[in-house]
């Protein structure tokens, strides 16, 4: 993906070549044998809180569960409402990470092995019938795998790069970006990390 991508980007889009330039070399980290559950579970904890506290709340969760790096499924549907409350998941995110778990056991969320047989939008249609999981969740999910053609339309760091980019008067809607997006695939991944990037320079 690495410099296919930043190639293509560059060839049909001149105005972000220019910024690619200024950013440098692509890299973005990403795991393919990522494990869907712990990452969405992990998400589910860090949203609306800073880095910190969310990964203190996350350490308190794993430590309920003594000799496990991670919590399974099972286990976090063995744990009461009360002990994860007390490790400080608020009510909604007990109620999130149980209905998550449940939704694992079940088979709705894939394993490591059975996502990389599936395509994003099969992912996302899946993924976002889990409490407390949106759109923007699970492609975050998939641009840590690693898949190529991402485009969060709605990340508002992306719709601000590009905004500073092609210096528009206000934030593209998520429609305009999709659109305008379309002349980045199958790289849009690509595109998504230099317009986050953007607001670093």
Not at 2 to 23: E, M, N, T, W
Not at 26 to 53: C, H, W
Not at 82 to 91: D, F, I, V, Y
Not at 95 to 122: C, F, M, N, R
């Given at each position: 993906?690495?410099?296919k ?10 105005r ?14 990403t ?7 712990e ?11 800073n ?6 709340i ?9 000799g496990?790096k991670?919590?399974?499924?099972e286990?976090i549907l063995?744990?009461?409402d009360?002990?994860?409350?007390a ?7 007990t ?6 778990a ?16 599936l395509?994003?939008e099969?992912?996302i ?13 699970v492609e975050?999910?998939l641009?840590?795998?690693g898949?190529h053609?991402?485009l ?9 790069g590009?905004?500073?980019?092609y210096?528009?008067?206000?934030l593209p ?6 659109e305008?997006?379309?002349r ?6 690509v595109?998504?990390w230099?317009?986050?990037r953007?607001?670093e320079?």
């Amino acid at each position: 993906m690495r410099l296919k991508g930043v190639k293509h980007i560059s060839k049909c889009d001149k105005r972000l070549a220019r910024h690619i330039k200024k950013v440098g070399p692509f890299r973005l980290v990403t795991s393919a044998k990522l494990d869907p559950f712990e990452a969405l579970m992990s998400s589910i904890v860090y949203q609306q809180l800073n880095g910190r506290a969310a990964a203190t709340i996350l350490s308190r969760v794993v430590a309920l569960h003594p000799g496990r790096k991670f919590p399974t499924p099972e286990d976090i549907l063995k744990t009461t409402d009360e002990k994860l409350r007390a490790a400080g998941l608020s009510k909604n995110k007990t109620l999130a990470v149980k209905d998550l778990a449940q939704k694992t056991i079940e088979g709705l969320v894939p394993s490591g092995t059975a996502i990389k047989k599936l395509d994003d939008e099969t992912i996302i249609e899946r993924l976002v019938t889990i409490r407390g999981i949106g759109r923007w969740t699970v492609e975050m999910l998939l641009i840590k795998m690693g898949r190529h053609d991402v485009l969060p339309t709605t990340d508002y760091g992306i719709r601000q790069g590009f905004k500073l980019v092609y210096k528009t008067k206000d934030l593209p809607t998520p429609k305009e970006l999709f659109e305008y997006g379309e002349r980045w695939r199958p790289y849009r991944t690509v595109a998504s990390w230099y317009l986050w990037r953007v607001l670093e320079l």
